[in-house]
């Protein structure tokens, strides 16, 4: 629990976790069976409903995939690592393995390395030395990828680029880890493909649904978080509706999310409402009036400069 809450507000979290919603974790368990059972039905009926249907169904329901398997690797809905990779590892979204996305993402929950080059995981900035070595076409890529649509445009690619050049250094090197976890990646993934063709869905339609919600969860990502002095204004507070939050699980609330990691998808909004003028303080408000706002602001201008002004070595 975060050194910074008052008693009461400590009190009042500490209540929550030990509700019995919470100790069963039944929101989590019943989403978890609703979205492999709404899978499951894609897939079986996908030939009956035709190919377009079944491609603009899956886009959502691969990118609440991905967002549940970030609960999973939070530590719901139980409380031991290994059942909760189980639950989460089939390849259902193709491109990440469950314990890459585990690992990298809890490393990116070193609140003081948030947002800077080589320590986070997932930061979207460049340091002085990326920067200058950037040719002209990768450097318009890159502010590309800092407007909303750009980041739809171009986002999956360099994001898949990004894989594939980290995790390929991994293999030459002969790091038996990244081996194994990629030989059983490709079979669990040739076997997804199997089951999908023998039910009448092509491969292809598939992989672009994938690669459409790998775009669509970049809406999520693309300013949860920004450079900022205190660790803890690096994380937005994004006041999205009810679809957005759905898809997304909560995860708009991200300074919530940051400062209590193991507090499930369903009480973030609740613990946000009852101290919203605290959580705006810590943040430095660093508010978002929904994602409608994201796309009103930076649909074609960049949010900001993919040069980050506090890594390692950057100059502003």
């Not at 990298?104 to 030395?129: K, Q, V």
Request: charged share 15%; proline share 7%.
């Amino acid at each position: 629990m975060p050194n910074y809450l008052d008693s009461h507000h400590r009190q009042s979290i500490l209540q929550l976790q030990n509700t019995w919603t919470a100790r069963s974790d039944w929101p989590t368990w019943l989403l978890l069976l609703g979205t492999y059972g709404a899978w499951w039905a894609l897939i079986e009926f996908g030939s009956f409903i035709g190919r377009p249907l079944t491609v603009l169904l899956l886009v959502p329901l691969l990118t609440l995939w991905m967002s549940l398997q970030h609960e999973l690797l939070h530590g719901h809905p139980t409380r031991w690592r290994s059942v909760n990779k189980v639950l989460g590892y089939a390849p259902l979204a193709i491109w990440y393995p469950y314990t890459l996305y585990r690992d990298s993402h809890l490393a990116h929950h070193r609140d003081e390395t948030i947002t800077l080059p080589r320590d986070d995981p997932e930061s979207r900035y460049l340091d002085a030395r990326a920067w200058s070595g950037s040719a002209g076409p990768g450097r318009t890529l890159h502010w590309l990828n800092k407007t909303l649509l750009g980041r739809l445009c171009v986002g999956p690619a360099l994001a898949l680029a990004g894989l594939i050049h980290e995790q390929c250094a991994r293999l030459l090197r002969g790091e038996a880890q990244a081996w194994l976890m990629w030989v059983t990646h490709l079979l669990c993934v040739l076997a997804l493909f199997g089951f999908i063709s023998a039910q009448g869905v092509a491969v292809f339609d598939y992989l672009l649904a994938s690669v459409l919600a790998l775009a669509l969860s970049m809406v999520r990502s693309y300013y949860e978080h920004r450079p900022a002095e205190a660790p803890e204004q690096r994380s937005v507070l994004n006041e999205a509706g009810w679809p957005w939050r759905w898809l997304f699980l909560n995860l708009n609330l991200h300074l919530v999310h940051h400062d209590l990691p193991g507090l499930p998808w369903y009480y973030l909004p609740r613990v946000y409402r009852e101290r919203r003028t605290d959580w705006l303080q810590r943040s430095g408000h660093f508010l978002v009036n929904g994602y409608s706002e994201l796309f009103r602001r930076y649909a074609v201008s960049p949010v900001d400069s993919p040069l980050h002004p506090l890594g390692r070595g950057t100059q502003p």
